[in-house]
């Protein structure tokens, strides 16, 4: 039997990987707008539930690392 990884069980449909593209720019606006706390707290979340479904290495994962770093370095 082979084992299931966070990254075996990932949704990679189109509309799954639209959405997570979709909160991305969100927290660009965010931080664009100059929403740094919302920003943050939208990249915080995405960053855990990518985590989570994606595992640590996805690139989207490290998008959103990216994303809530850069919002850190904001304030």
Known sequence: MIAATPSSLAP????????????????????TLGDHNECRALSEETLTRSRRVLGDDHP????????LAVSYAST
């Not at 990679?12 to 931080?31: C, M």
């Not at 989207?60 to 994303?67: E, N, R, V």
Request: glycine residues 4%; charged residues 20%.
């Open 12 to 31: 990679t449909t189109t509309p799954v990987r639209k959405i997570r593209n979709r909160l991305y720019s969100l927290a660009t606006t965010l931080h």
């Open 60 to 67: 989207d994962t490290l998008l959103f690392a990216y994303g």
